[in-house]
């Protein structure tokens, strides 16, 4: 009997109401590179388990590395009486029928050792050097995962999957400013993961940045490739369609189902069935079986996503979207999950070379900082563009920028959507939801010089 069923069983002899068990288990590869070089070269293997107790509709969470299924129920029955009764709570989900993904387990990752590991590092280093690069630093991350969840409603579910995740950032000082350059990638699959180009983004981004000029001040239109794109989505874009968010009304979008939000061009989808997805998921961490959902589709506000507690509370069903987010990637045993897209996406039809040809005067931004809402409710938000910056001149991108400050506001930038590409790619902000950006143009967006 696995450490799950244990739990379950355990439960239903201490007559719990309801008991969900989670157990995680984590192969974690890690190298750091600071000046140049592989600076630290880790493995670890971490196993949790978390329990969710109701009972008598009251909710209690335990989470231990100690595999006791006997303490650990009886540590969430006895925290239970202390906690207040949810009288909207309904019932953990019961088994149904998950779809089957495509590229989200490569035995490959999970035979790969340390020493494979550091020498995909040292190919993201070497295709980063050049002469005018002064220092380069990032990380590479493997994660193999085992997850397991099991409940008294007769669920009982297990997922495998790896992932790979690797970031460069190249910096230089070789100019009259310092300027910087990353490269990102993330991929569930080996074979789908290119080291050289993360290191080769880098060193381009940051060459290419070299002696960069004052932007003038003002409304300008905007090219964002897919890494800016992706810093959008994940702090700016995804609350806003949380059912908790909008049912509270602290969503910019609040009581605007089935209203035009956006240009006619633009839709926002939850992909959790993308191969190689790297939120791909057969079912969430409820084990409620996933499915493809619009946010926003030829402009209209569609859909909310939510987890059972926060749907129950609202009197709805869940979309699917509960999650355990873990670290550096994948999931945990968090006892309590909350909702999340578990495949933020954006899709269109342009190429990005169309893009920058019918862009009369803009910039390019290739990359975001300090990305996050000023006034979430109104949608206003506030970011910074550091190097990657370059003036857009009748179709042709010119000279190099200097950092400039963007503060705007989400509902009009979404009407401001006048072009989206089909370079869409998986992107990973710093302690986020993974995302799937490709570059967009909006119009009428004023800059400032920092």
Same mark, same amino acid.
């Given at each position: 009997m696995s450490v799950c069923s244990a739990v379950v069983s355990y439960a239903k002899k201490a007559d719990a109401d309801e008991c969900e068990s989670i157990l995680c288990s984590k192969r974690i590869i890690t190298i750091r590179i600071t000046d140049s070089e592989i600076a630290e070269t880790k493995e670890s293997h971490e196993k949790s388990l978390g329990?969710?107790?109701?009972h008598k509709k009251r909710i209690s969470?335990?989470?231990?590395?100690?595999?006791?299924?006997?303490?650990?129920?009886?540590?969430? /029955?006895?925290?239970?009486?202390?906690?207040?009764?949810?009288?909207?709570?309904?019932?953990?989900?019961?088994?149904?029928a998950c779809v089957t993904l495509e590229k989200v387990n490569d035995p490959k990752l999970w035979k790969a050792t340390t020493v494979d590991i550091s020498d995909i590092a040292q190919e993201m280093i070497n295709s980063a050097q050049n002469r005018k690069i002064t220092n380069i630093s990032g990380s590479l991350n493997v994660v193999c995962e085992e997850f397991e969840i099991a409940?008294?409603?007769?669920?009982?579910r297990a997922d495998v999957a790896t992932y790979v995740s690797g970031i460069i950032n190249a910096d230089s000082d070789t100019g009259s400013f310092p300027v910087s350059g990353i490269g990102q990638a993330s991929s569930r699959m080996l074979s789908d993961f290119h080291p050289e180009k993360i290191g080769t983004d880098a060193s381009e981004m940051c060459a290419n940045s070299i002696n960069p000029h004052t932007a003038n001040p003002g409304i300008t239109s905007i090219v964002f490739d897919p890494l800016a794109v992706g810093e959008l989505l994940a702090f700016v874009f995804a609350s806003n369609f949380s059912l908790k968010t909008y049912s509270e009304n602290?969503?910019?979008?609040?009581?605007?189902?089935?209203?035009?939000?956006?240009?006619?061009?633009?839709?926002?989808?939850?992909?959790?069935?993308?191969?190689?997805?790297?939120?791909?998921?057969?079912?969430?961490?409820?084990?409620?079986?996933?499915?493809?959902?619009?946010y926003i589709r030829n402009g209209i506000f569609e859909k909310t996503y939510s987890d059972l507690y926060n749907a129950y509370k609202e009197g709805t069903t869940s979309s699917?979207?509960?999650?355990?987010?873990?670290?550096? /990637?994948?999931?945990?045993?968090?006892?309590?999950?909350?909702?999340?897209?578990h495949n933020l996406?954006?899709?269109?039809?342009?190429?990005?070379?169309?893009?920058?040809?019918?862009t009369k005067n803009g910039i390019l931004v290739s990359r975001l900082w300090y990305t996050y809402p000023v006034n979430p409710i109104r949608g206003d938000f506030s970011c910074t563009a550091r190097s990657?910056?370059?003036?857009?001149?009748?179709?042709?991108?010119?000279?190099?920028?200097?950092?400039?400050?963007?503060?705007?506001?989400?509902?009009?930038?979404?009407?401001?959507v006048s072009a989206v590409a089909d370079n869409g790619r998986a992107v990973l902000p710093w302690a986020s939801i993974p995302v799937t950006a490709p570059t967009i143009r909006c119009e009428g967006v004023t800059i400032s010089p920092i």
């Open positions: 329990i969710r107790m109701i969470c335990v989470q231990t590395t100690t595999l006791e299924p006997g303490k650990i129920v009886d540590s969430a /029955l006895k925290s239970a009486k202390n906690t207040t009764e949810r009288k909207f709570w309904k019932t953990l989900p019961g088994d149904s409940n008294t409603s007769g669920l009982q602290r969503s910019c979008f609040s009581e605007k189902i089935g209203k035009s939000i956006a240009a006619e061009n633009f839709e926002l989808v939850d992909d959790p069935h993308m191969p190689n997805g790297l939120g791909s998921k057969p079912f969430d961490d409820e084990g409620v079986p996933t499915k493809r959902t619009h699917g979207n509960a999650s355990r987010l873990g670290l550096p /990637l994948g999931r945990s045993s968090d006892p309590i999950p909350m909702s999340s897209p996406t954006v899709r269109g039809s342009t190429k990005r070379d169309d893009i920058i040809k019918d990657g910056i370059w003036i857009i001149s009748d179709g042709q991108i010119k000279e190099p920028v200097k950092s400039v400050r963007i503060i705007h506001n989400l509902p009009r930038l979404l009407q401001q």
